[in-house]
């Protein structure tokens, strides 16, 4: 039990050294704030703590301010602003007598954001007075520094209730409008539970997506046009619960997964806010795991600010344009707009939305037939995984469209009726996500095609159909009103970055026209060693690097690069992104081996066709991609790796119980180790890094065990039956 009291020790925190009043020195460009930037924050903060910033003064950006002197308690706390570093711009604490400085460095750049950020004090500093700096020594417009006084170390339960609770909203009006088209469409249908969720996903992508161009049309009737969706949408569901109480049964079932999703997807938001940050919620993905990453993330948001405040989308970000990355997850920010229109609203958002990809391994897990306590076995090592836990964070919409494709996956591979519009509806919507969903599609398709029973053509028709449809509205966005949109294609498959006029298949033709048989295979090959990281992706190096530091006498520099190396492989290589997990490949061997069978036959087929589409969406990218080298996750589908993801898990099931209960074992402290507590915002920092908040540190231990919790809950059997499948010889 002595965990639990440490727990509940750092969420009780303490208040050494905050609150005093301290003598302040200011020279230069310091000077108290004036609420010039971030100006909510400032309204919140200056009635309650001194704040100070160089971004102001004689105008020349340079000064230095020194407080105190203070007495170092177990925990000092800070609000920061600007741009510190280690070198011209820095914040730290200097021995009153002797003068030893210590540099604090936060774990993300703060910038225009108040942001609060603590550090534990290193024993050898406790109980010494020091006073606290800022130097700011560069003259660059981004080259300033902002900080406050010392402020309590007591933990802020506030804030971490108010993000639970929007995580709780958020979540609940996302579903709300597909839902209700559940309802809607359920009387004298007797829905199978993946399917009611299937379409409820889709419903509200839907919804969402078509928001998009009402926006686009005038922002006043997207507004409206949202706030009348939701509100329609509860009115139906309470409506039809009440009317029919038969129209809850698919709901019992699918309480399992969508308790879990959440559960997962509030863990993944508690991880991100670990060490500070919330405040700029928007933003701190970009440095909490790996550094110097581009905002890709809040491109939505700003895309989305921009459609609410009715200006033109022409000349969007630079030159890029409003028509080169897909709508959908935009259409979700539009589609809350009217109840939660903050940057912390927008970042729970995209987290759950890429944790939708759980409810489209559960529907395609269900339809493959597997025992309820396998399903939850092969989520738990997805779920608690870097890859998952980075991308569901840093809200790139490369999750989400990988969920929908998920879906379209199992609906036509896994199971004989009829289910074209909604197989090609769900395949549109994944495009609509992101465009690198094509190579997931074209692999769907090769193994569908040579499936030893291949569907009609009839139901191939209404597929193709749905998908065109679906995809009709944006593709006429992209030709009339932001045209051509097709940047990311001609980077993709012609190597060619800078914007110019040339078609795509103009720019395809000069790309491959000047390539020589020998360099065309060159690039081919290097896109396969890339998947396995057999290049120069430099994990060997920083890992013998880490090695050789923490023998050097450094472990804390040799545990930062070891960290930052593990996590770099993770997001960048396919074959490297499962971690602990590849050792479920010892498993999947013995499940797979003809004589004699091993393993249940369910199991055996979705394992033979999960490594199916692997392999066909696997060689299809890695042929269609220009560059050498070019394989990176990032640049392809996050079905590919959910694809692998499971069949590893499938080869998990066949190991001994012991072997099984230490890869699980293994996997917690690999996340915990590797991710969740990050050892650094940049691998080669020496200076002093924050802490971990204590109240952000109880709600990760709280949402770890209900997470936990809840796949024991969805393991157990369930009281509905799922969609019948085919017969695993047919597969």
Not at 133 to 144: I, K, L, Q, S, Y
Not at 660 to 676: D, H, I, P, Y
Request: with cysteine; net charge positive.
């Amino acid at each position: 039990m002595r965990w639990i009291a440490c727990v509940l020790a750092a969420w009780c925190g303490s208040c050494a050294c905050a609150g005093e009043l301290v003598p302040v020195e200011l020279h230069g460009s310091f000077a108290a704030s004036t609420g010039s930037f971030d100006p909510s924050g400032f309204t919140q903060l200056h009635h309650s703590v001194p704040l100070w910033d160089s971004r102001q003064g004689d105008g020349r950006l340079i000064g230095t301010i020194k407080l105190g002197p203070i007495r170092l308690g177990d925990e000092l706390a800070l609000y920061v602003a600007g741009f510190p570093g280690e070198k011209v711009e820095v914040i730290g604490w200097e021995d009153a007598k002797t003068g030893a400085r210590q540099i604090l460095a936060p774990r993300k750049t703060p910038m225009d954001h108040w942001t609060l950020f603590r550090w534990s004090v290193p024993a050898v500093w406790k109980g010494r007075e020091v006073f606290l700096f800022a130097e700011d020594t560069a003259r660059g417009v981004n080259d300033w520094l902002g900080i406050s006084a010392p402020v309590s170390t007591t933990a802020r339960l506030g804030p971490v209730f108010a993000a639970m609770g929007l995580h709780l909203l958020v979540f609940s009006l996302l579903l709300v409008p597909g839902a209700a088209l559940v309802v809607v469409c359920g009387p004298g249908r007797n829905f199978p539970p993946e399917q009611a969720l299937a379409l409820a996903l889709a419903g509200s992508a839907t919804l969402a997506y078509l928001l998009f161009f009402d926006y686009y049309a005038n922002a006043r009737i997207g507004y409206w046009t949202a706030v009348a969706i939701l509100a329609a949408s509860v009115a139906v569901i309470a409506g039809s619960c009440r009317r029919s109480p038969a129209l809850r049964l698919p709901w019992r079932e699918l309480l399992r997964p969508l308790v879990f999703c959440l559960a997962i997807g509030m863990l993944y938001s508690a991880v991100l806010f670990l060490y500070g940050g919330i405040e700029d919620a928007a933003d701190v993905a970009m440095e909490r795991y790996l550094p110097f990453l581009p905002p890709d993330n809040v491109l939505p948001f700003w895309l989305t600010q921009r459609l609410v405040a009715g200006q033109s989308l022409h000349g969007f970000l630079g030159d890029w344009l409003s028509s080169d990355r897909p709508p959908l997850q935009t259409g979700f920010c539009l589609l809350i707009h009217p109840v939660v229109s903050s940057a912390l609203g927008y970042q729970i958002m995209g987290t759950i939305l890429q944790s939708w990809v759980f409810l489209g391994l559960w529907i395609l897990l269900r339809l493959g037939r597997l025992a309820a306590a396998r399903i939850a076995w092969i989520l738990f090592f997805t779920a608690f995984s870097g890859f998952f836990l980075f991308n569901a964070t840093f809200v790139w919409p490369k999750l989400l469209p990988a969920a929908f494709l998920l879906i379209s996956a199992a609906l036509l591979l896994l199971t004989p009726t009829r289910n074209g519009l909604i197989i090609g509806w769900c395949a549109g919507l994944a495009m609509l996500g992101h465009g690198c969903s094509a190579f997931g599609l074209i692999g769907i398709g090769l193994v569908a095609l040579l499936k030893t029973h291949p569907r009609p053509w009839r139901q191939w028709s209404m597929i193709i159909a749905a998908g065109i449809i679906t995809l009709l509205p944006w593709a006429l966005y992209q030709r009339f009103c932001d045209p051509p949109g097709n940047r990311l294609l001609k980077w993709h498959l012609a190597g060619v970055v800078p914007v110019d006029a040339r078609s795509l298949q103009q720019t395809l033709h000069d790309a491959y026209g000047s390539l020589s048989a020998s360099q065309f295979l060159l690039n081919k090959w290097g896109n396969f060693t890339r998947l396995f990281g057999l290049d120069d992706s430099g994990l060997v190096t920083d890992l013998k690097s880490g090695w050789s530091k923490s023998w050097a006498g450094d472990p804390a520099a040799g545990l930062s690069l070891t960290g930052h190396a593990l996590r770099s492989a993770c997001f960048l290589n396919l074959f490297q992104s499962p971690g602990p997990l590849l050792l479920g490949a010892l498993g999947l061997f013995h499940l797979l081996r003809r004589r004699p069978p091993s393993g249940p036959p369910e199991e055996r087929s979705l394992a033979n066709l999960l490594l199916c589409l692997v392999g066909a969406i696997t060689i299809v990218w890695c042929l269609l991609m220009f560059a050498a080298k070019s394989t990176v996750n990032h640049q392809g589908t996050y079905f590919n790796n959910a694809c692998l993801f499971v069949a590893l898990g499938l080869g998990v099931g066949q190991l001994s119980t012991w072997a099984q209960k230490a890869l699980a074992a293994l996997n917690l402290a690999w996340f915990g180790a590797v991710w969740v507590f990050a050892p650094s915002r940049m691998y080669f920092t020496s200076a002093l890094l924050p802490a971990a908040d204590p109240a952000w540190l109880g709600l990760v231990t709280l949402l770890s065990i209900f997470s936990i919790a809840s796949l024991v809950w969805l393991g157990r059997p369930g009281s509905l039956p799922s969609v019948e499948s085919v017969d695993p010889a047919a597969l």
